[in-house]
């Protein structure tokens, strides 16, 4: 029998349906909102292979080892939302019977779960996990929240590319975290009507097996602005600066230092990542960069652009958002994006006022 056999040969309560996907998660305004857990939590759909490669560039540039600090984020973003009572928690020691948490779990792109055995140490086994640290941090959030006992936890990759989480039983305790502050709005009041476009983001929607599906061949799953600001937040004691990288091109008003250079470094990354997968961009006019955003931010839940201003005649331009998942990660697809359709290097400014976000792009060099 395989390491997976026990889990795929179980009979489950429910068969998740593309319909299920698109059902929790719908697009309003650039950001994706969760109608199974809380509207006012926003989530980024994005490629789990784009992701590990953005995670990674972010590690290589901040010069740190980020894994467990995003598992933690997970644990802490998932305590957080079970708090919020909005979905029935998970209850006893059989994962198998947490039918709500599994939905959720698929539906999000993150894999399927069971329990391994239960004893002095709990092992949780998650095939098709889309992150080994988000998985690990929700599963023992999950298994918490079950047992009603803290635990320590680990994990590791096993044959087949199953993630193993072991959890072991620990006397102490922490509060309940709580919601985190954000300065820059996240969605727009007003609900746009939407375009044929953006009707289009489920089109070539596939479960390929339970708990994996893909957009158009790529696999995906939503990570929760929330789990992405925690992460942030636990990294913060540790950044230094950019040790590697471009961290001259970014400049965010009214940012501590070590924020800045976090935001610069998730920026930097995103940028590489969008730069390496050879889009092609085209701007002849300012009103272009209205359908590139939706295309390349919008699509994904990173935000929409409401105007764009031309600033000079090479290229310089100022969009303005009506919302945003993070300015961080916005601003390095964007700057890709120009990089793409102008060839040369660019340069972010960006600002947040009256909880407004507005980016500036222009190019790192002064051209005569």
């Known amino acids: 029998m395989g390491l997976f056999d026990f889990l795929s040969g179980k009979p489950r309560k429910h068969e998740v349906s593309e319909f299920d996907i698109i059902n929790r998660w719908s697009l309003e305004n650039g950001t994706y909102r969760d109608n199974s857990r809380s509207r006012d939590e926003i989530a980024w759909r994005v490629g789990t292979g784009w992701f590990e490669l953005w995670f990674q560039g972010l590690e290589r540039m901040v010069s740190q080892s980020l894994g467990r600090r995003l598992a933690h984020a ?157 992460f942030e937040e636990y990294c913060l004691p540790y950044v230094d600066g950019i040790h590697e990288g471009r961290n001259e091109p970014y400049t965010w008003h009214n940012l501590d230092p070590n924020r800045s250079a976090w935001w610069s470094a998730a920026a930097d990354s995103a940028r590489e990542r969008f730069v390496s997968d050879g889009h092609h961009v085209l701007i002849r006019n300012e009103s272009d960069w209205i359908q590139v955003a939706r295309r390349h931010l919008s699509r994904n839940g990173l935000g929409e652009v409401d105007s764009a201003v031309s600033l000079g005649k090479n290229g310089d331009i100022r969009l303005n958002f009506s919302s945003i998942f993070h300015p961080a990660i916005s601003a390095g697809v964007l700057l890709g994006c120009w990089e793409r359709a102008f060839g040369r290097n660019g340069k972010i400014i960006a600002e947040i006022q009256d909880n407004k976000v507005s980016i500036e792009i222009r190019p790192s060099r002064e051209i005569s």
Not at 97 to 104: E, G, I, R
Not at 169 to 195: H, I, M, V, Y
Not at 200 to 210: G, M, V, Y
């Open 74 to 230: 997970a644990l802490e973003h998932e305590e957080y939302m079970i708090d919020l009572g909005t979905s029935p928690p998970p209850s006893g020691r059989d994962p198998g019977l947490w039918h709500q948490t599994s939905l959720l779990w698929e539906t999000s792109g993150l894999g399927i779960f069971g329990l391994l055995e239960d004893g002095r140490e709990s092992k949780i086994l998650v095939e098709n996990h889309s992150s080994g640290p988000i998985c690990s941090g929700l599963i023992a959030a999950s298994w918490e929240a079950a047992t009603g006992k803290r635990h320590r936890f680990l994990w590791n990759v096993g044959k087949g590319d199953g993630l193993v989480v072991t959890l072991t039983q620990d006397d102490a305790n922490f509060p309940l975290p709580g919601a985190k502050d954000r300065n820059w709005n996240q969605s727009s009041n007003e609900t746009t009507e939407q375009s044929t476009e953006d009707e289009e983001i489920w089109l070539d929607l596939r479960i390929d097996s339970p708990g994996k599906w893909s957009i158009m061949g790529e696999r995906m799953m939503f990570v929760h602005l929330d789990l992405f600001q925690r």
